[in-house]
């Protein structure tokens, strides 16, 4: 790579080295964002050490792992007192170290991943970490964004820096156009479904391609947020002016001559004509049907025109064993048609599939239908002003006409920690992002799927090719 | 932290690829605030046939009869051998804490995910990738001699098998300096102290707005 052709990576990488030592580099990081899940011990730490962050006003705290997603109008707090003696022990450490937290009765309060982009706290160019996988979420405004560890956690608060080596250099180009109906998310399942869960272990994945610019910046953290699906250390896009109207007029967002000069910065974040990428992948956006996992791993994906795969006829014995771990858990038969296999639940949300955006696409399929006799449906905004957005679109309405449930905001089935879950064998068009065994709850089976196609089986009651139902 | 620098231990198999860390340490127990006493939960779901629960008394559950870690051989082993892309998905540090309290110093795989690898170190656990075809040839060594044990050494890189078989591995330097001493990686860096003043300075001039931060 020439010095003066850079990729997007090294231009971000580059700027937040402190000191470089060796194959490591101490890495100053710009915004830390902060659960209740992966923080506590971390708190603990510093308490331990007698040691104070070193800059309390760059981290940022949301409860969001654990919050019922009920009757929080009604103020009433958090049934299991294990989940709320982790939401009091968030509450307590913020205070104490002088941490801006979201409050769970703070309207701006939400899922991690989608209250920082909204309150414009995370900004292109930046170096963003939180101790949770799907910080690459905000690698789609053009920054560098990682999840960590507890002990990375610690190591953040206390120096505002970690000790990394460089990663690598991916390139995945999606060229072409979608065809109507399919999304952002069937984008990123494919991507997957083509590199494997593992394919980009070691690796920054930068995504590019008119099929990639073209999305909404919803669309594109839908993209980014998976990246770490695909075993990636952080997913990123190029800052065009899109990136930069999303920003605008955001409460943390620069004003005035701050604005200005950091707008200028900005339209430089994008990967140079001739700079090198370690590994290229290309897909045409064209070939993208939606997509619908039928495994208990994200690369274990196919389109709604597909069938459950015969292990019989992989011929790779770790493949194969995996593909029979998972029929069995998952319930399946193999050679049975996508579209055959009928659902018990739907959960629309998550940090993936879980703002305004999303909740538009599933309420244009729900809009005058049903949800399917026999089938619990449930929406989840991602944050409590998405929550309110939507309803003032009246899109509340329309999911409540049709009978899903509509709830208060987090992180909910996604991974099931509050009392949002599977039962055992039930069946689950998901729209988040990870379909390992009992994620959603012991035994539960998901199927990950957009907001569109989850709507769609919702009212089907079966996995339907959402562009059947287009109006 | 505990040092890492030489391992002689009892060899267990986890024959399966793109292990999860929800599978590691399911979610239920991420709601605790310590950092130990996850080492009962460790692979909960496969382990043991009901549904666990935090603070949960382990002595009477029904365990699994079917899964690896409870077969008597087993018992005792610190050393974890599986297959591709261990530890993927959620970056909770439960899992690599749970691994460490059950006992497990050193897990040895085809290939690991990087957020996982990189919270090992931070444990006092040694995550050593190998072949593919050394991976295999393990596998069947291990399943096949009851008591199988390896013998890893850091500051060498090798692990040598019951028959004098030394293999090499790769850690980078800083990495294993870290885990050779036992050193507390946040101490390391505010030696750098003035560096980052330095850089903080240097930064906030060329981008102001990063230091404003103020809501409107
Ligand atoms: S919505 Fe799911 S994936 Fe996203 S932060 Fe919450 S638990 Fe993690």
């Known amino acids: ?52 962050p070193r800059r309390a006003e760059f981290t940022f705290a949301v409860p969001d792992h654990n919050v019922p997603t009920t009757g929080r109008a009604l103020g009433i707090g958090i049934a299991d007192p294990v989940s709320r003696l982790q939401v009091e022990t968030l509450d307590g450490n913020c205070a104490e170290f002088g941490i801006t937290e979201f409050r769970m009765d703070d309207p701006r309060q939400g899922i991690v991943h989608v209250i920082a982009p909204e309150q414009g706290i995370v900004l292109p160019g930046m170096t963003i970490v939180c101790g949770d996988s799907h910080t690459a979420t905000h690698g789609a405004m053009g920054a560098l964004a990682f999840g960590i560890g507890t002990s990375e956690v610690e190591h953040v608060l206390a120096t505002q820096c970690l000790m990394q080596t460089k990663p690598k250099n991916m390139r995945v180009t999606v060229g072409g156009a979608l065809s109507p109906g399919v999304t952002a998310k069937d984008i990123v399942l494919a991507i997957i479904g083509q590199i494997g869960t593992a394919g980009g272990t070691g690796y920054v994945i930068e995504f590019a391609g008119s099929a990639i610019m073209d999305l909404s910046m919803e669309g594109r953290m839908t993209v980014c947020n998976m990246a770490i699906e695909a075993g990636a250390r952080a997913g990123m896009i190029a800052v065009d002016e899109r990136t930069i109207d999303y920003v605008e007029g955001r409460p943390y967002s620069p004003q005035g001559a701050d604005w200005d000069k950091a707008s200028a910065w900005w339209r430089t974040l994008h990967t140079d004509a001739g700079a090198e990428f370690d590994a290229e992948v290309h897909l045409d956006a064209a070939a993208i049907p939606p997509q619908v996992t039928w495994g208990t791993s994200p690369e274990m994906v196919t389109g709604i025109d597909g069938k459950v795969p015969d292990p019989a006829r992989e011929s790779d014995p770790v493949r194969r064993t995996s593909i029979e771990h998972a029929l069995k858990y998952m319930g399946l038969v193999a050679n049975t048609p996508m579209r055959e296999i009928t659902v018990d639940r739907v959960f629309i949300g998550s940090c993936t599939n879980g703002r305004i955006e999303d ?26 002003l998405v929550k309110e957005q939507a309803e003032a679109e009246g899109l509340h309405r329309i999911f409540i006409d049709a009978g899903f449930e509509w709830r208060d905001p987090g992180c909910s089935m996604c991974l099931a920690m509050n009392a949002d879950q599977l039962a055992p064998g039930e069946r689950c068009a998901a729209t988040s992002n990870r379909n390992f065994e009992g994620r959603q709850g012991k035994g539960g089976r998901t199927h990950l799927v957009s907001p569109a196609m989850a709507a769609a089986a919702a009212v089907t009651g079966r996995f339907t090719d959402v562009r059947e139902l287009a109006k | ?115 996982f690898y990189n919270n090992c170190f931070k444990n006092g656990i040694l995550p050593v990738v190998l072949p593919t075809k050394v991976v295999d040839d393990l596998m069947g060594q291990v399943k096949k001699h009851a008591g199988y044990r390896l013998m890893v050494d850091l500051p060498a890189q090798t692990i040598t098998t019951p028959g004098g078989e030394t293999i090499r591995f790769e850690v980078d330097a800083f990495r294993k300096g870290c885990l050779v001493d036992g050193l507390d990686d ?10 980052i003043q330095a850089y903080e300075e240097r930064r906030r001039a060329e981008a102001p707005w990063l230091f404003a931060g103020q809501t409107r």
């Not at chain 1, 909740?359 to 949800?371: H, T």
């Not at chain 2, 008394?57 to 409870?70: A, G, I, K, Q, S």
């Open chain 1, 1 to 52: 790579m020439s010095a003066t052709n850079k990729t997007l990576f090294d231009k971000i990488w580059d700027a937040h080295v402190v000191r470089a030592d060796g194959d490591m580099a101490l890495l100053y990081i710009d915004r830390h964002l902060v659960h209740e899940v992966t923080s506590p011990q971390a708190f603990e730490g510093l308490r331990i050490a007698h040691r104070a």
């Open chain 1, 359 to 384: 909740l538009r696409a599933a309420a244009a399929v729900a809009q005058g239908r049903k949800v399917a006799k026999g089938v619990n449906a449930m929406v989840v905004p991602g944050s409590g």
């Open chain 2, 1 to 115: 932290m505990e040092a890492f620098v030489k391992l002689d231990g009892l060899v267990a198999p986890l024959d399966r690829a793109n292990v999860d860390t929800d599978a590691i340490i399911p979610k239920q127990f991420l709601k605790s605030i310590r950092r130990t006493g996850f080492g009962k939960y460790l692979f909960d779901e496969w382990r043991y046939m009901d549904q666990g629960q935090p603070d949960m008394d382990v002595t009477h559950r029904p365990r699994n009869p079917d899964f690896v870690l409870n077969q008597d051989r087993y018992a005792g082993a610190t050393i974890l051998l599986t297959q591709d892309n261990f530890g993927c998905g959620s970056s909770r540090e439960h899992a690599p804490w749970a691994l460490l309290d059950y006992g497990f110093r050193c897990i040895v795989a085809k290939g690991f995910a990087d957020i």
């Open chain 2, 186 to 195: 946040i101490g390391l860096t505010l030696r750098h102290a003035a560096d």
